[in-house]
């Protein structure tokens, strides 16, 4: 069975950092690009960052030079390491398998989505 799982999540305060860890099973985490998503009370899904196969990473704008995407396959498992959390980075964050072939952000591109886990950055 295809799983990914979340954790590391928590209430830290603005300017703080987290990190999360995605943990796979079921299948072989190496042959699949993984991708960071949240989503805040009221908003849509969106895409933060992804990292494919090969350790090639791509971010969102809002995220760039906060987040650092990484994995470790022999681990199972993928991480996003955040630095200088701001308010508006409070969201429920999902990981996911892509289903494609090219990078991507778009929820839509993903599949086997985990359960999430609430960060807080309170104001």
């Known amino acids: 069975q295809v799983q990914l799982v979340e954790s590391g999540g928590g209430l830290v305060q603005p300017g703080g950092s987290l990190r999360l860890s995605c943990t796979a099973s079921?299948?072989?985490?190496?042959?699949?690009?993984v991708g960071w998503f949240r989503q805040a009370p009221g908003k849509e899904r969106e895409g933060v960052s992804y990292i494919t196969k090969g350790g090639s990473t791509y971010y969102a704008d809002s995220v760039k030079g906060r987040f650092t995407i990484s994995r470790e396959n022999a681990k199972k498992k993928v991480y996003l390491q955040m630095k200088n959390l701001k308010p508006e980075d409070t969201a429920v964050y999902y990981c996911a398998r892509s289903t494609k072939l090219w990078a991507t952000l778009a929820p839509a591109d993903f599949g086997s989505w985990g359960q999430g886990t609430q960060v807080t950055v309170p104001s």
């Open positions: 079921g299948f072989n985490l190496s042959y699949w690009g």
